[in-house]
């Protein structure tokens, strides 16, 4: 009785592996492949997003292609990344954008074909995307707006943003402006100054405003790259207990770098939570039918020195 017991439990466990090893099939029984198209993996924060989707897929058993630009400027470089994906007849393309606008008629050509959009991180500005995970950018740069209001309180502030035109720089500004607007003493000072998310020209663009502005208080980057090369610029001048720097990806080297100083405060998003959710949901629609939420917000924090400490990782 012991030995049949004995089999018994090893083929359940044999059964139990090879059900967790089958790879996710379609509904035609072919063996499911998404394609990733991150604006680009230059930057940790979509390279932390790829690892999360790869494991996500693993999980799964999904074939994951992962393709990017070199960097966030290169869109026509993206939407041809995204034709080869049709091309290939992929079963799904999460995307995040690099021209809001100008991927459009891209998405509206996976409509046609029948292949899922999710977009992560960024929105696109029409087609039928199925669902859209990532952080209320709005509501991010609100935040950061509302916390240099309560820590800061008076004195001029100089922006710098990405690249001109993406919905998600233009959300983390606007919402920023809305967090200020409750504080009379704060300004800003100058136009928004775009550095395309990179930080050398993060640091350049700081030093062309501190000189022009050296009495700002605050300068918010609505990256973290280009809040480092601001903090760079800073520190450069001796001015890191005068002048607050802030970022936006609350990325694992903000957070050292606000434990060093460098920068003062981040707002973080999770960028392998909405790999995984966007892996997830396409999985789930595709084998189940179940239709994910138009919108799925992830949610943001501050990151200060007060807890830096828990963000050296990404989340």
Known sequence: ????????????FALTLAVCDTPAQAADGKKLTFALLPKTLTNPYFVAMQKFAQESSDRYGITLECIAPPDETKIEEQIGMFETMLEKKVDAILIVPCGTTEIVSSIEAANKAGILVFCLDTN????????FIGTDNFAGGKLAGEWVGKNIGSGKISIITGTPGNKTHEDRVNGFLEGIKGFAGLSVAGNVTPAYSDRAQGMSQAENLLTANPDIKVLYC???????????????RGLSDKITVIGFDGAPSSAQGIIDGIMHASVAQAPGRMAQLGIEAAYEFITNGKKPEAEVDTGCVMVTKDNAQEYLNWH
């Open 1 to 12: 009785m012991k030995r049949l017991t004995a089999v018994l439990f090893v083929l359940c």
């Open 124 to 131: 696109a500005n029409g087609g039928d995307v199925t669902s």
């Open 222 to 236: 609505t990256n973290d790259e280009m809040a480092m090369g601001a903090g760079e610029a800073v520190k450069a």
